[in-house]
């Protein structure tokens, strides 16, 4: 049986393969972050240059400017490098502009809102 070595375990299980690369990161609650990785520490805790939150609704999305950005740990649900040369979207998403992408969001908000008091009204039918 053989083992790794402390250098070889220290990499594979570190955020230092990303430092100084552009990643997305997963937060708990559902945000999608981009940005140059520039730190982390042992709890995950990262920080983010030139930052933005990624809002997909639909076929829509949009890139809202963030900075720099500090990401509490507990909050990464992944964390993962870009790839520079291929592109980061289907060709059929449409970019459109931050006011745009809220308004579309409200939207979907309200109709999930909808949905989910009709589905609660009808239960007591109980259609079985």
């Known amino acids: 049986m053989s083992w790794a070595s402390a250098e070889d375990i220290y990499l594979s299980t570190s955020l230092a393969n990303y430092l100084d690369k552009k990643v997305l990161v997963l937060l708990r609650d559902g945000r999608k972050l981009l940005g140059i990785l520039r730190s982390f520490d042992q709890f995950a805790n990262a920080v983010l240059e030139g ?69 609660k009204r009808l239960e007591f039918l109980d259609l079985d």
Do not use: F, W
């Open 51 to 119: 930052s933005c939150e990624r809002v997909i609704v639909g076929d829509l999305y949009s890139d809202i400017p963030l900075g720099l950005y500090v990401i509490r740990g507990e909050n990464v649900v992944l964390l993962g490098e870009l790839n520079m040369e291929k592109e980061e979207l289907p060709p059929h998403m449409t970019h459109v502009s931050a006011v745009e992408i809220k308004r579309a969001q409200k939207a979907e908000r309200e109709a999930t809102d909808l949905k989910g008091t009709i589905r």
